[in-house]
């Protein structure tokens, strides 16, 4: 008798006791568990879009980098080509400036050539001159005009 009050008794209890869970436990515990699915849902579609972005990201950068090299090979292949017509254009003034000099050169070594003719051209008239004198004040003489011409050749 008091087995069967006692069960039955425990029956109620227990149901009463699972009433009460669902009626005021369960619900919050299925929104904590909701709320944390929902969480780890969107942490999870964070993570795919953050995937997604570094891809497109890094995608980006590479591209980027690939421009970047070729800018650079275009710059460094204009700097050669200026390197190449500096170098063309200073070769050229250099040649200029040595054909100038050349020709200042030649000219400077007429002038002294002219000059130095000029010189001797007065030397030898001076000597002719005085070769003319000393013969007009000796006598006419055959064998002292020749030695006086020898001496004036030697001195020309």
Known sequence: MNINFTL??????FTAFI????????PPLL????????????GLAAAEQGKKSLE???KQADQAIQEARARAAEIIAQAEKRDAQMVEAAKVAAKAEGDREKAA??????????RAREQLREQVAALA???AEKILRREVDAK??????DGIKKQL
């Open 105 to 114: 050169a030649k000219a400077d070594i007429q002038q002294e050539a002219q």
């Open 19 to 26: 009433w009460f869970t669902i009626k005021f436990v369960w």
């Open 31 to 42: 929104r904590a568990i909701e709320a944390r699915q929902k969480q780890i849902a969107d």
């Open 129 to 131: 001159v005085a070769g």
């Open 56 to 58: 497109v990201s890094s």
């Open 144 to 149: 002292a005009h020749a030695e006086l011409l």
């Open 8 to 13: 039955f008794a425990q029956a109620i209890v």
